[in-house]
């Protein structure tokens, strides 16, 4: 197979197929001329095990696309209010946050393709609960509030162990490959999940109920697709350090590399500025812009579809010399994209605002991630990702303290607070960034790098 470009997911003219011009069957799920069209313009996907991996993620990201609207939809629905919509995402908080550097020292000591058949088929069955319990009429906030507990702890475990998973799967340069096409999957995905979601709780019969026992059905497809991948292997040696001990190596060791320590505080502030937005969006559709609920998935399809443009863009660059300039500029569009939605007058000028807000949101998490693993020590990759868990963890920890200053200020007010707060996150960064050499991407099996 022809050579990956560092940061292409979405090779423009080259890459061939394995083998022969066509590739008729991919494991039973893609076949005859798709197949072969797919792995030419993304030839990682000629690499069987990324491949099945690929594929179950984006069953599972497209379950989650359907939970973002369903969930806050049931939420709002019960009480009418933001900070509900916030409470129910404090229990996913609590659990990313607390439980994120165990999944991550869980994921590089014990095999990832157990950890992961684990965690989603726990997902399955807490959607299928969560189902039945709204078909019932049984639900409530608390019920739901306890559900997100459940699922921040899967998420935890899920998060980092996909990740290094697909370090380990495509080494060097293919890597990056790797994470830009995943980015894209979940892009597309955060267009067609709302919008399924959508149509499914339009349809009387099926409903909120109905739709997580469809979200139910995806994971059990994820789980079989996991089931049909080759087993991995715990780390050798893994049992010679006790977990608590793997989760402070992994902290002291992003602590003492500068360049690490910066890309992740970074993207903790980004995250908790820059993407609470989304806590907001029920409330500013019903209470400002006057339309109902049910246009949910309309806001995040058009975020998706800012995020899949640039995400295409970046897939056909070669972005190591350049990413930080790229994640200043990036964050900084946030900021102003998150001011433009503040003072959309309609649901037309707000959609064109989220196309700005999901490409900018974007394009600063790619950069940054494929930035953490490119500096990381393969033997970290799991408690490096972690951090981006646990960065989750506290956007969804202030979900419910925005959603309250919601209810009280207005959602406009609130949406030009988070424009400020991710513009001075921004700036911060760039300017302690200037002070921080720039190292080389670490390639596995190569000695540790210097200048900490």
Not at 148 to 159: H, R
Not at 232 to 240: A, D, E, F, L, V
Request: proline residues 4%.
């Amino acid at each position: 197979m022809a050579p990956v470009n560092v940061n292409s997911a979405i090779h423009p003219v080259g890459g061939m197929a394995p083998s022969g011009d066509r590739l008729v069957v991919c494991d039973g799920v893609i076949s005859f001329g798709l197949g072969s069209f797919l792995v030419r313009k993304a030839p990682v996907l000629a690499e069987r095990q990324y491949r099945l991996l690929f594929i179950g993620t984006t069953l599972a990201q497209l379950a989650f696309g359907m939970m973002q609207v369903v969930q806050g939809k049931i939420a709002f629905d019960l009480t009418g209010k933001n900070s509900a919509v916030g409470l129910v995402a404090l229990g996913t908080g609590i659990s990313m946050l607390t439980l994120g550097p165990i999944g991550g020292s869980l994921s590089d000591r014990m095999s990832k393709r157990r950890l992961l058949m684990f965690s989603q088929g726990m997902i399955g069955l807490l959607f299928a609960v969560i189902g039945t319990l709204v078909i019932t009429d049984a639900i409530t906030i608390w019920m739901l509030t306890a559900g997100t507990l459940v699922l921040g702890g899967m998420f935890a475990v899920m998060g980092p162990t996909r990740q290094a998973w697909i370090a380990e799967l495509l080494p060097g340069p293919k890597m990056a490959s790797g994470v830009a096409l995943q980015q894209l999957s979940i892009n597309g995905t955060r267009i067609v999940g709302p919008l399924l979601a959508g149509a499914l709780v339009a349809v009387a019969w099926i409903d909120s109920g109905g739709t997580y026992l469809v979200m139910t059905a995806l994971f059990a497809i994820v789980v079989g697709m996991l089931a049909m991948m080759n087993p991995t292997s715990p780390r050798t040696g893994g049992n010679k350090t006790s977990l608590w001990a793997d989760v402070r190596e992994g902290g002291v060791y992003v602590w003492n590399e500068r360049q690490l320590r910066l890309l992740a505080l970074t993207f903790v502030g980004i995250v908790v500025t820059g993407f609470s937005y989304q806590t907001i969006v029920p409330g500013l559709l019903e209470n400002v812009l006057g339309e109902s609920t049910n246009k949910l998935g309309l806001v995040y399809g058009a975020a998706a579809t800012g995020g899949i443009v640039t995400t295409l863009y970046l897939a056909g660059r070669d972005n190591t010399r350049t990413a930080r300039r790229l994640m200043v500029m990036f964050g900084l569009t946030l900021a102003t994209s998150l001011l433009c939605l503040a003072m959309a007058p309609n649901l037309w000028v707000g959609l064109g605002c989220a196309v700005m807000v999901g490409a900018s949101s974007s394009g600063f998490q790619l950069l940054n991630n494929v930035s953490l693993m490119q500096t990381s020590r393969p033997e970290y990759f799991g408690r490096v990702m972690s951090l981006t868990m646990m960065a989750f963890g506290v956007n969804s920890l202030m979900a419910f303290p925005i959603g309250a200053f919601a209810d009280a200020a207005g959602e406009r007010m609130t949406l030009v607070v988070l424009a400020a707060g991710c513009a001075t996150v921004v700036t911060l960064g760039g300017l302690a960034g200037r002070r921080v050499p720039v190292s080389a991407p670490i390639e596995p099996g190569s000695a540790p790098a210097g200048g900490r």
